[in-house]
T-cell receptor, first 112, second 115 residues
Framework: QKEVEQNSGPLSVPEGAIASLNCTYS??????FFWYRQYSGKSPELIMS??SNGDKEDGRFTAQLNKASQYVSLLIRDSQPSDSATYLC????????????WGAGTKLIIKP | GAVVSQHPSRVICKSGTSVKIECRSL??????MFWYRQFPKQSLMLMAT?????????EQGVEKDKFLINHASLTLSTLTVTSAHPEDSSFYIC???????????FGDGTRLSIL
């Protein structure tokens, strides 16, 4: 059973601080990794895609991938109250028509 | 780019009614689309993979005769909830990717309430 695991939280971070969200996956053959943000009652919104080891930065967001450790993370710098949401980690499942294997999500709360 | 449009956004109807939800890729062709369901405070659950021109692939436990999927063109997939009952009330979301190995892009979802 291929799995993606995340700490469900909630993770509480003061406004302006760095929020660090972590995710591990079980399938060593996975090639594509995604972070989505989901506000309550809304559909998921893509935040970051990462495909190779190392860091990828986009504005206040940095995704980090370590395939050897089967670990992917998302850092949010200068956290804002509007960043409060559930963050979903997803890994591409090549052998099943590129379905996404989803983590359960981490609820992030940014405290003003 | 990569916009997915889903309609309607909300449906309220009586038990026994059939409800059709449309999912369109507006600026790309989608040979594969996905249908998810999400109950309050729960994770996304993949219901089925919709393949253009062929039958959908349903996940275990999803009744294919109740949730009819039609992917008749490269930009449109429909999900019909047949003879809906209150337990079918949920948030239904579709998604599509532009090509293999790319992220899925989601529609805004349809909130279905069966009275």
């Amino acid at each position: 059973q291929k799995e993606v695991e995340q700490n469900s939280g909630p993770l509480s971070v003061p406004e302006g601080a760095i929020a660090s969200l972590n995710c591990t996956y079980s399938d060593r053959g996975s090639q594509s990794f995604f972070w989505y943000r989901q506000y309550s009652g809304k559909s998921p919104e893509l935040i970051m895609s990462i495909y190779s080891n190392g860091d990828k930065e986009d504005g206040r967001f940095t995704a980090q991938l370590n395939k050897a450790s089967q670990y992917v993370s998302l850092l949010i710098r200068d956290s804002q109250p509007s960043d409060s949401a559930t963050y979903l980690c997803a890994v591409n499942e090549k052998d099943s028509n590129y379905q996404l294997i989803w983590g359960a999500g981490t609820k992030l709360i940014i405290k003003p | 780019g990569a916009v997915v449009s889903q309609h309607p956004s909300r449906v309220i109807c009586k038990s026994g009614t059939s409800v059709k939800i449309e999912c369109r890729s507006l600026d790309f062709q989608a040979t594969t689309m996905f249908w998810y369901r999400q109950f309050p405070k729960q994770s996304l659950m993949l219901m089925a993979t919709s393949n253009e021109g062929s039958k959908a692939t349903y996940e275990q436990g999803v009744e294919k005769d109740k949730f009819l999927i039609n992917h008749a063109s490269l930009t449109l997939s429909t999900l019909t909830v047949t003879s809906a009952h209150p337990e079918d009330s949920s948030f239904y979301i579709c998604s599509a990717y532009t090509s293999f190995n790319q992220p899925q892009h989601f529609g805004d979802g349809t909130r279905l309430s069966i009275l």
